[in-house]
């Protein structure tokens, strides 16, 4: 499903006009993306929590080049559902 499916999904549902509806949900991504950048943690009660996880410095190697090279520790977005919304996904 892709960002235009669920706009035309929300606008059909609810009535309001698609251009209305694309505002709301680019805004809601803007939001979020915003907590993230701040390290801030957004959660949604029932739907689940959008984190930010740390990575650990890691070796990794090249295997084109047979050389090790050294991965630094960073932090990624990650999204962790809520239970009852993994339970109704596993089923």
Known sequence: MTKADIVNDIAKKTGVDKAAVQLVVES???SVKDAL???QH???RGFGSFIIKKRAEKVARNISKNTTITIPAHHIPA???AKSFHAKVKK
Request: a positive charge; zero cysteines; charged letters at 25%.
């Open 28 to 30: 809601f991504m803007d």
């Open 37 to 39: 950048i701040k390290h």
């Open 42 to 44: 957004v959660y949604l």
């Open 79 to 81: 999204f962790k559902p």
